[in-house]
Every structure is written in C-alpha cells, then in structure tokens.
C-alpha cells in the first residue's frame, strides 16, 4: 500500500520540473501547482521567485497554502506589486518564466480550450472559468507545461470544441506548444510534436491510461514508472508546505470537495483566533 497520495505524487512531479533560479508563475487556485512550486523551493531549487496572480506580485518568500487569508499572505511577501495586466503583458515576457495551466480539454498537440464545451460559442453546453493569459502567453513561450488532476476522456479529446492555447502543431507558425503534462496517471512530453507517454504511475498500465484518452497515444521507448515522493518531500508537504491540504481540493468533486472546503476553512478560523 502506498504511503502517499495522488495529489502528493502530482506536486512531487510539478516540483521536478523546476529548475534553481527561474520565474515560477503562479495561477489563481491552482493549489496543486503552488504546493509543488514551493516544495522545489524547500528542496533544490532555493533561489527560484514566484509572479503570484495570487496578490499580484513578485515574491521571493512564500506562505503555507491557505483559502480564506492566501491573497494577504502572499501580498505581503511581494517585492513588487505591478498589478496584473502590467505583470502579464510587460513584465513577464522579459523573465520568460514557467508556468503550469490547467486544461479543460487538450488534443494530442498540445492545443488546449479554458472557454466552454460546446462549438457554438454564443450558445455552449457549458461555461468554463476562461482563458486568462493563456492565448497570449502560448503564441511566444516555450515554457508552458500543463496539468490535468483527473484523466478523463472528457479532457483528452481528438478535436477541441474551442481553441484557446497553442499547441505544437502550431509551432511551426507562432510559439512552441507545451513541453510537459502531469495527471494523476503518468507524466508526458511532446518530444515528437505529438503527446507521448514518458511514465506511468505506479500501479497503472499503458491499457488504463490509454482507456480514459480519446486519441491514441505515443509511447515512450524508454518508458518507466514515476518515482514515487520521498519521505522528506512528503514531510514537507504535509507539515511545511501545505498543513491544511488545500491541494486535494483540486482532485476532490461534489460533497467531499465541500466538506474539505468548510474543513479547511475551520482551521484557519481556529488559527486566527488563536
């Protein structure tokens, strides 16, 4: 039996990926992206910043995840506050930094769609939260990774009802298409232009990963399964990095992402009282 949980594995695995020194931009909730930020942080990358959406700023320190009080934790920790349109269009472009986002649907591209399933726009099946920055910054960067909690075909699909972020077949005309996804099945990269399985994790088959996607996937020669979290990354992430467990937000739906919601909203309420 594991002694670590999924939504610990998908921050261990964003964590990787960051290298010391870089420009870690940050999303509004996307607990599962800051708690693997700041786990790089407290591991091997101790000299990375963050551009926060959260607060708006550029921060050298961090805070502990949190819902209630997040906007003021990181707002006083930012060396600079540009103010978001400044930070986007001005700012960050210069510092080139990484970023993960989260796709409501993706092709086998690479090419990702935040704005509504359904391919009448005036009229669609369902509103999604939209695409911030993300038609921007994919037009120019190759640093753009992605993450997807729950695999699903409902997200891996063979055509987009709307195209909102470039992937790598438009990279032969504008930008590079995204270079990494982690989900709570395995990790991938788009070595080959195309989305290609590079690990599995542990306990998964190419079968079951291959089941919940609607395209057909590449697969690594060299596949291998993900090395689990350590011990010392699991210590930080409980104790240090996110006590409260604000991640599993992401990979909870329904009644138990509520009762998690009010749980974490209790302690904070007995921290501050405290």
Not at 18 to 42: S, Y
Not at 81 to 94: Q, W
Not at 193 to 208: A, D, F, N, Q
Request: hydrophobic share 40%.
């Amino acid at each position: 039996m594991n002694d670590w949980t999924l939504d610990e594995l998908i921050c261990v695995c964003i964590s990787r990926q960051v290298e010391d020194g870089e420009v870690l931009a940050q999303g509004l909730n996307t607990p599962l992206v800051m708690a693997g930020f700041i786990l790089a942080q407290q591991t091997h990358a101790p000299n990375v910043r963050f551009a926060s959406a959260i607060g708006q700023s550029i921060c050298q320190q961090w805070a502990p995840l949190g819902v209630a009080a997040q906007e003021s934790a990181w707002m006083e920790h930012g060396l600079i506050h540009p103010g978001f349109v400044t930070a986007a269009l001005d700012l960050l472009p210069k510092f080139h930094p990484k970023e993960f986002f989260r796709p409501a649907q993706i092709d086998r591209f690479g090419n990702t769609n935040n704005i509504a399933f359904g391919h009448d726009v005036a009229r669609p099946r369902m509103r999604l939260p939209g695409s911030g920055g993300i038609p921007d910054v994919t037009v120019y960067s190759s640093r753009a990774y992605l993450y997807v909690p729950r695999h699903s075909p409902a997200t891996f699909v063979e055509r987009l009802d709307i195209r909102s972020g470039l992937g790598s077949d438009a990279a032969r005309r504008r930008g590079e298409g995204p270079r990494y996804l982690v989900s709570d099945l395995g990790e991938f990269d788009w070595a080959n232009g195309v989305m290609r399985l590079t690990s599995i994790h542990p306990g998964g088959t190419i079968e079951s990963v291959q089941r919940k996607t609607r395209f057909t996937l590449d697969v690594a020669p060299d596949l291998r399964e993900t090395i689990p979290p350590s011990s010392e990354e699991l210590r930080l992430l409980r104790e240090v990095v996110d006590p409260l467990g604000v991640r599993k937000l992401e990979l909870l739906s329904g009644a138990a992402r509520k009762a998690h919601l009010r749980d974490i909203l209790a302690q904070e309420a007995r921290y501050a009282s405290s």
